[in-house]
Structures are given as structure tokens and as C-alpha cells.
């Protein structure tokens, strides 16, 4: 397979974490464990509804857990498992891009240099 052909793990991986919310959620959780309402606060306008459905589908992936807290009132508290915690070159690589292709006003044409980092 050449190095540009269709691969399929490709594309759901895309799609998985390129799905409303994915990324945000797994890089707000880099940097450790978070509880639901700090997930909220730390995602700008995400609803509650939707963190909990991507909560799931991620904790359904295998690249969130979710741990109940035994107290009064229970707590749950979300973390990256490895394999989610193995996303973070990619969620760098791709924050890296967007700060050099997408920053406010300057998202039409970016001179050749633009991918240098110094």
C-alpha cells in the first residue's frame, strides 16, 4: 500500500476523535484527571448532554475511564486510559497546526515557512 492510499484505521480514527467534542475532551483530560463539572467548565460551551454522550462513547473506545467515587454525594471522576493518553503527540501536532494554519485572520494563505517552528 503506497503511503497515500485509503487506510481505514485512518479514517475512524479521524472521525472518532474529530467528532464534536472528542479532541477537547481528551485534551482537557491530558493534563490529569478531571471530575464532570470541571470537564464543563474547562470546555467552553459544551453542554452538559453532550459531555456525558462523549464521555460514553470515549469510555466505550477505551480511551476514557470512569471512576465513581464512593462519597457523599458520589463522584465521578474521568481520566485518560493509555490508549488515550497515547493521543497526546497527536492532540500537540494538531494544536500546532491550528496555531500556524488557523489563527484568527490568518486562515486564507500562510507563507512557506509557516510549518518552522524556531
Do not use: N
Not at 453532550?50 to 457523599?72: N, P
Not at 493509555?82 to 492532540?91: F, I, P
Amino acid at each position: 500500500m503506497s503511503e497515500h492510499e485509503f487506510c481505514a484505521a485512518f479514517q475512524r480514527a479521524v472521525e472518532l476523535i474529530g467528532r464534536r467534542w472528542c479532541g477537547a475532551i481528551a485534551r482537557a483530560l491530558l493534563d490529569g484527571p478531571r471530575y464532570f463539572a470541571e470537564l464543563e467548565r474547562a470546555i467552553p460551551d459544551i453542554s452538559g448532554r453532550a459531555l456525558s454522550q462523549r464521555l460514553k462513547e470515549l469510555e466505550a473506545e477505551g480511551i476514557v475511564v470512569r471512576r465513581v467515587e464512593a462519597t457523599s454525594p458520589v463522584r465521578v471522576r474521568y481520566e485518560l486510559t493509555e490508549k488515550g493518553r497515547a493521543l497526546e503527540s497527536v492532540v500537540a501536532e494538531v494544536e500546532r497546526w491550528a496555531h500556524d494554519w488557523l489563527e484568527e485572520g490568518e486562515r486564507e494563505h500562510r507563507p512557506a515557512h509557516a510549518h518552522v517552528r524556531g
